[in-house]
């Protein structure tokens, strides 16, 4: 474990919001953090996502709220549409504001670059790591370096947990489905869509879509697949499963991009987050499966709980850091298993009880099964903030 006496290194690998966020945190601790990110570039956009909860009040100790504020969507409501896009069910944003204290809906993207903007250190795009013993980190250009700590913040495919823990198989629980999310820009179909998420939805597939801002467009696609491996041709195999929805499916599938985000639905379970110098934060080590949502608040949360714990004693900081954050995503998800059949019904007779509910979400009894159905309970895992603050 490292030593609070020097200033120590960190490698950071994986720049999303848990390894930005981490970064952040561990700068302001004093810590030399060096970042790198295989992706060529910063990863914009993505699908939307309610951001509220643990995460929410750690954006608030990083003075972050303001700059998250002014990137919000301004989604009216929650909209569920049939195939001629007749609305069947919908949740007001008043409604859903009710359900989840302090939300801010944005773009996963938009969460990440906020962040991003407040890290002090530069992001090493293009490179990842192919070794890691202990501390000794070998890199994809050739280089080796030595590190008082490695995170490991590089997601549910991980290469930090594939070389230090083993493989994914041990770790990764599919959840039976397969994503896509993709951003462009329509100024008609934006005008038309407004700014409301609505979603088609049939047993088993989703396709949801929500104007942006300036004319673009944000969509999201869902469905249903035995086979855990993504194809070969993503593209190919969206429109396979989509083309025959009615409603704006084919000007969404018309426009689908060759790099689209596509992915798995999984969940990430393991019994330690950590060996030696190294330790895993958010999706890495507790992926909570975009049923879930929360995934961004718990990344942000779990940034904040590491360092904190470093800083405190890093004598014993990873199990302090694990105690605390484990059963929160544990809870978290445990719910999202549950909430498939919320999105994602696999009946019309279940889309229909949950339109039901949607049209009814003005009564408060309503907004209260809503809201066990949409919120895990986390609280606790946060320490009182001090009076000061703790961004320094």
């Given at each position: 474990m490292?030593?609070?006496?020097?200033?120590?290194?960190?490698?950071?690998?994986?720049?999303?919001?848990?390894?930005?966020?981490?970064?952040?945190w561990l700068e302001r601790a004093g810590w030399d953090v060096l970042i790198v990110e295989r992706a060529p570039s910063f990863r914009a956009g993505g699908y939307m996502i309610d951001f509220f909860g643990p995460g929410h009040e750690v954006a608030r100790r990083m003075g972050l709220l303001p700059a998250l504020e002014r990137r919000r969507a301004p989604i009216s409501s929650v909209t569920s549409v049939d195939e001629r896009?007749?609305?069947?069910?919908?949740?007001?944003?008043?409604?859903?504001?009710?359900?989840?204290?302090?939300?801010?809906?944005?773009?996963?993207?938009?969460?990440?670059?906020?962040?991003?903007?407040?890290?002090?250190?530069?992001?090493?795009?293009?490179?990842?790591?192919?070794?890691?013993?202990?501390?000794?980190?070998?890199?994809?250009?050739?280089?080796?370096?030595?590190?008082?700590?490695?995170?490991?913040?590089?997601?549910?495919?991980?290469?930090?947990?594939?070389?230090?823990?083993?493989?994914?198989?041990?770790f990764v629980r599919y959840l039976g489905h397969h994503t896509a999310a993709f951003s462009f820009r329509d100024p008609e179909l934006s005008?038309?869509?407004?700014?409301?998420?609505?979603?088609?939805?049939?047993?088993?597939?989703?396709?949801?879509c929500y104007a942006v801002r300036d004319g673009?467009?944000?969509?999201?696609?869902?469905?249903?697949?035995?086979?855990?491996?993504?194809p070969a041709d993503p593209v190919a195999a969206?429109?396979?499963?989509?083309?025959?929805?009615?409603?704006?499916?084919?000007?969404?599938?018309?426009?689908?991009?060759?790099d689209v985000y596509y992915d798995e639905v999984s969940q990430v379970d393991m019994p330690s987050w950590h060996r030696g110098k190294v330790v895993l934060v958010g999706d890495a080590c507790g992926a909570v499966s975009?049923?879930?949502?929360?995934?961004?608040?718990?990344?942000?949360?779990?940034?904040?709980?590491?360092?904190?714990?470093?800083?405190?004693?890093?004598?014993?900081?990873?199990?302090r850091y694990q105690a605390r954050m484990k059963?929160?995503?544990?809870?978290?998800?445990?719910?999202?298993r549950r909430f498939i059949g919320w999105m994602a019904p696999g009946s019309r007779w279940?889309?229909?009880?949950?339109?039901?509910?949607?049209?009814?979400?003005?009564?408060?009894?309503?907004?209260?099964?809503?809201?066990g159905s949409v919120m895990p309970d986390v609280d606790g895992v946060l320490t009182p903030a001090t009076p000061a603050g703790t961004a320094a």
């Open positions: 490292p030593k609070a006496n020097d200033q120590q290194r960190a490698l950071i690998v994986g720049a999303g919001i848990a390894g930005l966020a981490t970064a952040w896009g007749r609305r069947r069910g919908e949740i007001s944003t008043e409604a859903y504001e009710a359900v989840a204290d302090g939300v801010i809906s944005l773009l996963r993207g938009d969460l990440a670059d906020v962040i991003r903007a407040d890290v002090r250190t530069s992001v090493r795009y293009g490179l990842s790591v192919c070794s890691i013993d202990d501390g000794r980190v070998t890199f994809s250009d050739g280089s080796a370096a030595v590190f008082d700590l490695v995170v490991g913040a590089d997601g549910v495919h991980s290469t930090v947990r594939e070389l230090v823990f083993g493989p994914s198989a041990e005008a038309r869509i407004g700014y409301r998420y609505q979603m088609l939805t049939a047993p088993h597939r989703m396709i949801g673009s467009m944000a969509a999201l696609m869902l469905y249903r697949s035995s086979s855990q491996a993504v969206l429109r396979d499963r989509f083309g025959d929805l009615g409603w704006v499916a084919s000007e969404l599938l018309s426009v689908v991009p060759q975009l049923f879930a949502g929360h995934g961004a608040s718990l990344a942000l949360t779990g940034a904040h709980v590491l360092v904190e714990e470093l800083t405190a004693d890093p004598d014993g900081a990873f199990e059963p929160a995503v544990e809870h978290t998800q445990e719910f999202g279940r889309i229909s009880v949950r339109d039901l509910a949607l049209r009814l979400s003005g009564l408060p009894v309503v907004r209260n099964l809503i809201r």
